[in-house]
């Protein structure tokens, strides 16, 4: 709600360390199993408080507070995921203001039937579906025709946008950020197979010749979901998937 006031809202609480502190033990007691590790929501939620504060605040001892609590936040993340602590606050200087999910595009390409998968240079080559952030400037189907094009040399155009999915509630690997997944259906119009900087091979599989689960890159696309773009490709008069 922040993003679109010039000044936080009179009622905008003032929180302290101590504050943080206190909620977060009360919360470990209250703790169930979820898809994500407890530890990185509350980072994720601090990391967020922190930056709406920086965004917002004026009070010189409010900043330095809300810059403590966005230490704070690093320090659990960190300790969580057994990453440097400098790593994650790299991580963080490069988001500011009030934090909102990324956005990330997934073109699903098919072609007699196949559908192509890519090699994610940047994950051991394992196998997943082009795509990635969006960009500004770009709308959502702009984008995924784009990562498409760079990904794989081929030309498509966005025909349908099949799911829009909460990266936490699909199994996905652990990442910092809050994200969104967009899969487009896309229909193949040009172009030719090759590879670039960021895939290193590109290859169309029949539905029941898929890589295994172990062999694809977790933090990008799941194998249910891929299953799910093939019913999309079979219907094309199934609703969008969402949450």
């Known amino acids: ?55 917002y605040s004026k009070n010189e001892y409010d900043l330095e507070r809300f810059k403590q609590i966005l230490s704070l936040s690093g320090e659990i993340m960190a300790e969580g995921s057994g990453e440097p602590l400098e790593r994650i606050e790299k991580l963080f ?14 073109g699903a390409v098919f072609q007699d039937g196949r559908i192509l998968l890519v090699r994610e240079n940047m994950d051991a080559g394992k196998w997943t579906l082009p795509g990635g952030w969006g960009d500004v400037n770009n709308t959502p189907s702009e984008n995924v025709e784009r990562e498409v094009r760079e990904e794989t040399g081929l030309d498509v155009k966005a025909r349908k946008i099949a799911a829009v999915y909460d990266r936490t509630k699909q199994g996905h690997a652990l990442a910092s950020h809050y994200s969104y997944k967009l899969f ?27 890589p295994p689960e172990e062999e694809l890159s977790l ?6 979901q891929i299953h799910r773009m093939f019913e999309h490709m079979r219907q094309p008069e199934l609703p969008t998937d969402f949450d």
Not at 19 to 31: A, E, H
Not at 188 to 209: M, N
């Open 184 to 210: 487009f259906i896309c229909e193949l119009i040009g172009g030719k197979l090759q590879t670039s900087l960021e895939t290193g091979e590109s290859r169309y599989f029949a539905e029941q010749e898929l």
């Open 1 to 55: 709600m922040f993003q679109h006031c010039s000044r936080p809202p009179a009622n905008y609480p003032r929180i302290t360390i101590e504050y943080v502190t206190i909620w977060l033990s009360c919360y470990i007691l209250f703790m169930t199993e979820q898809v994500e590790p407890q530890w990185l929501k509350w980072a994720r939620e601090l990391q967020s408080i922190a930056q709406a504060g920086l965004a």
């Open 93 to 106: 200087t490069n988001e500011d203001g009030y934090l909102t999910p990324k956005i990330d595009v997934r």
């Open 219 to 224: 933090a990008r696309i799941r194998l249910s």
